[in-house]
DNA sequence: CCCACGATGTAGATAATGTCTACATTAACG
DNA sequence: CGTTAATGTAGACATTATCTACATCGTGGG
């Protein structure tokens, strides 16, 4: 059996993970610092060394969510080539196949009440993924998408749609749907809707 | 000076109405029981009459939101008349009012931790809400707009733009933008996007 | 008219939590 | 190899959710 250290080796890691859990299984009411302390086998104090309270915790959980977020989507973009429209058709799918891949990131990333004290770190997190949102959807629009629509409102439409869809479907509002149609299948046709990909 | 009655008249409402204002205000970790009981002059237990826990005041006020928005959205519709695509944007329209109107309501509607524990009244308010978007979605659609997308995936389009987006303008990810346009310019601009009028 | 009874509010107890503080152990590093 | 900062522990305290026994009210049947 694995010897009990005195350190846990990566506590903070453990810590943002398990809550991760916590709150997907069961909510951000059933996340105690005592009980995570609890499960990772420390003393009940230990979880203040890395966060000062719970909102910080619960603050770096969303930052992790962003990043990862972030990540995803432009991965999404960066296999799908150069064409601007065809991009951002694959960042709306990226996201949400993100979203719907890694549920208790994604409640956490759009949790009200962790966005409500969010620090330096988040706020950057947050920043970053909207500018990079931004970028594509001004490229497209350059590309013919909507000339005449404020850009403004175009990066506000080209946001919701995969935001709400997402939650729409983690909430079980739409959880039949996804039974019946593939997953893949839904994402795409949902997304067509939004960003018409070019006939080839 | 108003007498203290020993009842208070209409407690249960009085809790979900300040339970609104607080979640709104603080977030749903500064909801506590005793606390509302101290904002109404009542002892600790007396919320216990009402609502066996947290939850059931938690469930009981996303009813609320739910019956209220679902009202809003129909009344919008009922306000322009018959043509079933000019319909379908004024729902947009007006479910993003009200939003934007009843924020502490709309992130109860919205609130992850809520939703998990919906009863039977909740959950039929949910279904009631969603019957009337997915008709006018298919009336919509009969009327000749998007002929050929499946029926689901065209509702889920519906729902996902003005929840997605009532939600980013409330997180104040695109509060500069509300700052800018005016609110009722934006969110016509948006629901155009979506559900185009037809020219006159 | 009145009064018994259900609805509503009160007060105390208990277990659990967040967070603070003083102390213990360890790892890292000169 | 020893010092020091990082990390973990244990106990204390105020606050909370929730239960239970009791108090007060108002209302409808007699």
Redesign the interface.
């Known amino acids: 059996m694995t010897k009990k250290h005195y350190h846990h080796g990566d506590l903070r890691r453990a810590l943002i993970a398990r809550a991760a859990q916590i709150i997907n299984a ?4 059933a996340l105690t610092l005592r009980g995570l302390a609890r499960d990772l086998g420390v003393s009940h104090g230990a979880p203040n060394r890395h966060f000062k309270n ?2 910080e915790l619960l603050t770096a959980l969303a930052t992790e969510a962003y990043q990862q977020a972030n990540e995803a989507t432009m991965a999404a973009a960066e296999k799908v080539g150069e064409d601007p429209i065809v991009r951002l058709n694959a960042m709306g799918r990226g996201y949400m196949h993100w979203a719907l891949d890694n549920r208790a990131l994604f ?1 956490a990333l ?4 962790i ?3 969010a620090d330096t770190e988040l706020l950057e997190a ?1 920043r970053s993924f ?1 500018l990079n949102v931004r970028s594509a959807s001004i490229a497209a629009q350059a590309a013919g998408r ?1 000339p005449d ?2 850009e ?6 080209n ?7 997402a ?3 983690d ?4 959880a039949a ?1 996804v039974d ?2 593939s997953r893949e299948r ?1 994402i795409s ?2 997304m067509e ?2 960003v018409p990909l070019p006939k080839v």
Chains 1, 2 share one sequence.
């Open positions: 069961e909510g951000i009411e719970k909102q409640n759009n949790h009200p009440d966005k409500r004290s947050m909207q909507y629509a404020d403004k409102i175009l990066a506000l439409y946001n919701s749609v995969p935001f709400g869809a939650q729409l479907i909430h079980d509002v739409f749907e019946h149609l839904l046709e949902l809707l939004v």
